[in-house]
């Protein structure tokens, strides 16, 4: 199994929360097998999503498609940082 872990501020949570909930058949169809989604005590604005995916490969595919740019964009993500493992 290939992990992702993607660490990012986003305007509000709440909004950003259903956007990512549902996109959710989405990243199913794209190689997501498992998620986790933790926000720092501190700033409940900043989100770490921890995943596991079919591959690297299709995980990038995903994240980089322009329907996913689109996505982050619109649920106010924040200059995403992405480690692939």
């Keep these: 199994m290939q992990y992702v872990l993607i660490i990012h ?7 950003w929360k259903k956007i990512f909930d549902d996109a959710s058949d989405i990243r199913r169809e794209a190689g997501e ?3 986790q989604v933790l926000k720092y005590e ?6 770490v999503h921890f995943s ?3 591959s690297i490969e299709d995980a990038k595919r995903f994240f980089e498609s322009p ?4 996505i982050r964009a619109d649920a106010g993500v924040k200059s995403p940082d992405f ?3």
């Design 33 to 35: 097998r498992a998620y």
């Design 83 to 85: 480690i692939y493992w």
């Design 67 to 70: 329907e996913l740019v689109k």
């Design 42 to 47: 501190s700033n409940p604005n900043k989100v």
């Design 52 to 54: 596991s995916w079919t």
């Design 9 to 15: 501020e986003v305007e509000d949570y709440e909004s």
